[in-house]
């Protein structure tokens, strides 16, 4: 059985920093393409950052030059470095493994800024 679990999220200023983790099992990690999505209160959720099993990342449009995704196979883990935060990045973050048609999705953690 899959299970993604978030850890991370919290309030913060804007202009500070986060790093959210993913810790997967359940799966071959290695061979996924990992993924985090936000949805906002009243928006659908959109795709933040994407990192395939080889490692290619690309990044929302919204989030270039302030997020980076990262992967460590050994460790099961997909992190997600978020800098420069402003209160329109304030959503609930999921956790995504996709290969081929299949698609699982964490429990999401709520990430906050605001002053």
């Known amino acids: 059985q899959v299970q993604l679990v978030e850890s991370g999220g919290g309030l913060v200023q804007p202009g500070g920093s986060l790093r959210l983790s993913c810790a997967a099992s359940g799966i071959i990690f290695s061979i996924y393409h990992m993924g985090w999505y936000r949805q906002a209160p009243g928006k659908q959720r959109e795709l933040v950052a994407r990192?395939?099993?080889?490692?290619?990342?690309n990044y929302a449009d919204s989030v270039k030059g302030r997020f980076t995704i990262s992967r460590e196979n050994a460790k099961n883990t997909v992190y997600l470095q978020m800098n420069s935060l402003s209160p329109e990045d304030t959503a609930v973050y999921y956790c995504?493994?996709?290969?081929?048609?299949?698609?699982?999705w964490g429990q999401g953690t709520q990430v906050t800024a605001s002053s």
């Open positions: 995504n493994a996709a290969l081929g048609g299949l698609s699982s």
């Open positions: 990192i395939t099993s080889g490692g290619t990342a």
